[in-house]
T-cell receptor
C-alpha cells in the first residue's frame, strides 16, 4: 500500500497571503489529522477529519481551517499568513474511527517571509 | 491539559550499547501511547503502539512498556546501531480529547557513535 502523501513538499509564501496544503491518506483510512511542528512549540494537533466532518480541533486560531473530501483526501488552509506560521505541517491517517495507529506523511515545509 | 515529558533531551551512546528512553505523561486517562522516530527534516515513522490495557509491545530490537497508573513509558533499544540515530518521540491520546488527537513529548535526540 502506498503511504500517506502530502503536496507540496516545500512552499514559500509572503506574510498576508493564504496557502492550501493537501494530504492523501493510505487507501482505506478514513481519519485524517493535521499537526504543526515548530522548534519552539514542538508538535501540536490542529484538527481531525473523519467522513468529511471535523471531529476534533486543537487550540489554533480560525485562520487555520480544513476539509475532507469523499475520497478521504484532506486539505488544510491557512489564511492571512504570519511569520510564526512557518513550520513543518504533517498529516496522519488512521484506518477507522478510534484508537488506531497513526501513519504520518513526509510533511510540507512552509516558510513565510 | 495533558503534558508529555521526555528525558533525556539528548543521548549519545557507542554502537552496540543497550539504551532506555523515558516518557512521562500527566493524565493517565489515555487510549494509547505511540512511539515514533523522526529523521531530520522528515515525517514521523511509527515504531510501536501500546493500547491502554497493554503493558508492553515488542518489535525486533525495540521494546516499549507502559505503566498507565504512574504515567510512564519506556522505549528500550537493544544493541544500538548508527542507523538508530534519530529523534524519538512519544505521544498519547486521551479519553477526554479524542483517540486521534496525539499529545507529543519534545523528543529525545539519539546519536549512536560507530
Amino acid at each position: 500500500k502506498a503511504g500517506v502523501t502530502q503536496t507540496p513538499r516545500y512552499l514559500i509564501k509572503t506574510r498576508g497571503q493564504q496557502v492550501t496544503l493537501s494530504c492523501s491518506p493510505i487507501s482505506g483510512h478514513r481519519s485524517v489529522s493535521w499537526y504543526q511542528q515548530t522548534p519552539g512549540q514542538g508538535l501540536q494537533f490542529l484538527f481531525e477529519y473523519f467522513s468529511e466532518t471535523q471531529r476534533n480541533k486543537g487550540n489554533f486560531p480560525g485562520r487555520f481551517s480544513g476539509r475532507q473530501f469523499s475520497n478521504s483526501r484532506s486539505e488544510m488552509n491557512v489564511s492571512t499568513l504570519e511569520l510564526g506560521d512557518s513550520a513543518l505541517y504533517l498529516c496522519a491517517s488512521s484506518p477507522a474511527g478510534t484508537s488506531y495507529e497513526q501513519y504520518f506523511g513526509p510533511g510540507t515545509r512552509l516558510t513565510v517571509t | 491539559k495533558q503534558e508529555v515529558t521526555q528525558i533525556p533531551a539528548a543521548l549519545s551512546v557507542p554502537e552496540g550499547e543497550n539504551l532506555v528512553l523515558n516518557c512521562s505523561f500527566t493524565d493517565s486517562a489515555i487510549y494509547n501511547l505511540q512511539w515514533f522516530r523522526q529523521d531530520p527534516g522528515k515525517g514521523l515513522t511509527s515504531l510501536l503502539l501500546i493500547q491502554s490495557s497493554q503493558r508492553e509491545q515488542t518489535s525486533g530490537r525495540l521494546n516499549a512498556s507502559l505503566d498507565k497508573s504512574s504515567g510512564r513509558s519506556t522505549l528500550y533499544i537493544a544493541a544500538s546501531q548508527p542507523g538508530d540515530s534519530a529523534t524519538y518521540l512519544c505521544a498519547v491520546t486521551g479519553l477526554q480529547t479524542g483517540a486521534n488527537n496525539l499529545f507529543f513529548g519534545t523528543g529525545t535526540r539519539l546519536t549512536v557513535i560507530p
